[in-house]
């Protein structure tokens, strides 16, 4: 069975800034933020004809697009701070099976149905369960070998939706038989 190895260590703003770009911060981000407009507008609508109310609801909204900022970068670094594990190494194991996870403080392995989506962006492969949150992020740095990634590109077109920059070299690797170590 083919097997891709990826290992890393996080730095903590590497972590922070690609948990903001691609994980949930951004989505609570953006639906949030969406949210607070209509409300500023009803507010300042409510101000122009004169009601004192108006205030209260601009005031409202734009309490909530604050709160909606502070914790679109509280997350991350929450999740950094209390994360067992996440400082140290980590080593990322992708076979047909699915996707397994070693740190210093826990082993743990997980069926690809989990991840049923994976995109490639700006030197990151992102799985999650949903196209909006990723819920693991795979440095391209990481892989141990040109091959490695090559057949991680190909597991992940087998077992998720993928959407892959296109790399003919890539490909082209995955198709050839795994080197053999002679003795």
């Given at each position: 069975?083919?097997?891709?190895?990826?290992?890393?260590?996080?730095?903590?703003?590497?972590?922070?800034?690609?948990?903001?770009?691609?994980?949930?911060?951004?989505?609570?981000l953006r639906y949030n933020l969406?949210?607070?407009?209509?409300?500023?507008?009803?507010?300042?609508?409510?101000?122009v004809v004169g009601e004192r109310?108006?205030?209260?609801?601009?005031?409202?909204?734009a309490v909530y697009v604050l709160?909606?900022?502070?914790?679109?970068?509280?997350?991350?670094?929450?999740?950094?701070?209390?994360?067992?594990?996440?400082?140290?190494?980590?080593?990322?194991?992708?076979?047909?099976?699915?996707?397994?996870?070693?740190?210093?403080?826990?082993?743990?392995?997980?069926?690809?149905?989990?991840?049923?989506?994976?995109?490639?962006?700006?030197?990151?492969?992102?799985?999650?369960?949903?196209?909006?949150?990723?819920?693991?992020?795979?440095?391209?740095?990481?892989?141990?070998?040109?091959?490695?990634?090559?057949?991680?590109?190909?597991?992940?077109?087998?077992?998720?939706?993928?959407?892959?920059?296109?790399?003919?070299?890539?490909?082209?690797?995955?198709?050839?038989?795994?080197?053999?170590?002679?003795?």
């Amino acid at each position: 069975m083919e097997q891709a190895v990826a290992e890393f260590v996080w730095d903590e703003a590497e972590f922070k800034r690609v948990s903001r770009k691609y994980g949930f911060s951004k989505v609570f981000l953006r639906y949030n933020l969406l949210s607070a407009v209509p409300i500023v507008i009803a507010g300042i609508s409510l101000t122009v004809v004169g009601e004192r109310a108006g205030w209260a609801v601009v005031g409202f909204g734009a309490v909530y697009v604050l709160y909606c900022l502070w914790f679109s970068r509280a997350v991350p670094r929450s999740l950094w701070r209390r994360t067992l594990g996440i400082k140290g190494p980590q080593r990322l194991v992708f076979t047909d099976d699915g996707v397994a996870s070693h740190t210093d403080v826990s082993d743990k392995s997980e069926k690809w149905q989990l991840y049923k989506y994976v995109s490639e962006r700006d030197g990151w492969y992102l799985l999650g369960r949903t196209r909006r949150i990723a819920t693991i992020f795979v440095p391209k740095r990481s892989f141990l070998s040109p091959r490695d990634e090559a057949v991680f590109r190909s597991i992940v077109r087998a077992h998720a939706q993928a959407s892959l920059i296109p790399n003919s070299q890539q490909d082209e690797i995955a198709i050839l038989p795994p080197p053999t170590s002679s003795n």
